[in-house]
Each structure stands twice: as structure tokens, then as C-alpha cells.
């Protein structure tokens, strides 16, 4: 039975007994992993602190052989991204970053790149409000990294740069084409939304969730990348709703 270490960030947990839990966790070394935490459930296991959702830690593990299930044997804590009170929009915003993740990430494939950008975007959420910025950054290069966002920066069918101009995303087709070539057909992306499309390939999300979007350019982001989103997992995410609810209350 193979033991081993790994940095990681727990993403869900769910029941297994009255005593133990299953965790979902995305990590570094080994992309997603499914364990038991044999009595994760009681109040004074050494495991039950660490292995609350939004949990970044480090931990040693070992696959049962025949199992799908690997078992945890311990954890040393790093930080909870989620804390003791987090407030209505950070819980909504990060509990929507992690379940984004567990669809994106494959079982025991490694993600280094994606792995990097959950992290990066919890601690950049973290130290600030969690602004749309962050929000749509974070959507953004969860796509472009597992393949999924198309090149918008010139007209499918004339060739003209629409790059930091307004065009019309032709979501099946994954093109752009500009106003002219469209006939107003497609998603519209205004420009200051597709300026910001510009920026979020060049910065950190660190530096980016200071940037002001404009309810117009959030809109339109918020409503592009969420059929995108739509199309290629099939569904829409639970997290969705609880995620919007909270941004129009704060």
C-alpha cells in the first residue's frame, strides 16, 4: 500500500459513517483525490480541524489496493481559507471557486497550473473583499487552462481585430465576430468588458481584483463566461444562484 505526501486544499466533505467522512481534496501532486478520514466526525479527532472545506493543509495518505478510496493518516494544517466568520460573500464566492475546481480537475491527474490559480485566487480573496473581478478572473483562466476558452481576438469571418473593441461571441462555434459580420448575433461583449478579457491575460489576480469592471463589462463577462461554462460541463452549478444572491444582498 503506497504512502504519500501531499499539499492540498479540501474541497468538499461528505458521510460515510457516524463516525467518518469522505474528502474530496485538490492537490498539488496528485490532482483530485478521494479518502476516508476514519473519524473525521468527532469532535476530538486530530483530523476533524483540518479537513473543513476551503482547508489548504499538507498530508499523508496511502491507497488501499482494489479501492477507489485512498485513506488519510494525517494532516499538519496550513491555513482556512474560510475561517471562523467569513462573511456572506466570501463564503458564497470560495464555496463556488471549489466546486468549479472539483468538476474541472480529473481524479489522480495532476493540475499544476490549476492548482496554482485556486490557490493564487483564494489568497488574493482572502486579503481584500472578494470583488467581481476576482470573480471573473478566476472563471476565465479556469477555462483558458483546461482548454476551454476560445481565441476572441479577431473576427471569424473578416479577420479584423476585435481585441479590446466589442464583438459577439458565437458560443457553439467558440468564435468571435465583430458588429459588421454578426448581424448582432451572439453573446455581445462590450468593449471595457473585452478590455478586461485583455487585462486578466496579463496579471496576477492579486492585482486584478483591484480593477474596477463597470456593471456593464460584469454583465457582460458574468453572462459570457457562464455559457460557456454552461456548454462544456453540461450543467449549471449548484453554487451558481447562492454565489449571485450574495453579491446582490452585499
Not at 466568520?85 to 499544476?112: C, G, I, T
Not at 490557490?119 to 470583488?131: E, F, H, I, N, Q
Not at 462555434?173 to 462590450?190: I, K, R
Amino acid at each position: 500500500m503506497p504512502v504519500h505526501n501531499a499539499e492540498a486544499i479540501v474541497l468538499r466533505h461528505y458521510s460515510l459513517s457516524d463516525s467518518d467522512r469522505i474528502i474530496v481534496l485538490f492537490s498539488r501532486e496528485f490532482g483530485k483525490i478521494r479518502a476516508v478520514a476514519k473519524g473525521a466526525k468527532k469532535p476530538r479527532n486530530r483530523l476533524s480541524g483540518s479537513l473543513e472545506p476551503l482547508t489548504h493543509i499538507r498530508l499523508v495518505f496511502w491507497e488501499q489496493e482494489g479501492r477507489e478510496l485512498s485513506k488519510i493518516q494525517q494532516t499538519e494544517f496550513i491555513h482556512a481559507y474560510l475561517g471562523k466568520n467569513p462573511d456572506l460573500r466570501k463564503m458564497a464566492a470560495f464555496s463556488y471557486f471549489a466546486e468549479l475546481a472539483n468538476e474541472l480537475v480529473q481524479d489522480n491527474q495532476p493540475n499544476h497550473a490549476l492548482f496554482r490559480l485556486f490557490l493564487a485566487t483564494l489568497k488574493a480573496g482572502d486579503s481584500r473583499p472578494v470583488s467581481e473581478a476576482l470573480i471573473r478572473y478566476y472563471e476565465v483562466w479556469c477555462l483558458k487552462l483546461s482548454g476551454l476558452f476560445p481565441d476572441y481576438a479577431y473576427c471569424s469571418n473578416c479577420g479584423k481585430c476585435v481585441k479590446d473593441d466589442i464583438f459577439f461571441a458565437w458560443i457553439q462555434a467558440g468564435q468571435a465576430q465583430c458588429p459588421d459580420c454578426s448581424g448582432g448575433q451572439g453573446v455581445e461583449v462590450g468593449a471595457p468588458a473585452s478590455r478586461a478579457l485583455s487585462l486578466m491575460m496579463t496579471m496576477a489576480p492579486g492585482k486584478f481584483i483591484s480593477e474596477s469592471l463597470g456593471s456593464e463589462a460584469t454583465q457582460n463577462l458574468e453572462r459570457l463566461l457562464q455559457r460557456l461554462l454552461d456548454m462544456h460541463l453540461e450543467k449549471k452549478l449548484k453554487s451558481v444562484q447562492i454565489l449571485k444572491e450574495a453579491l446582490e444582498n452585499e
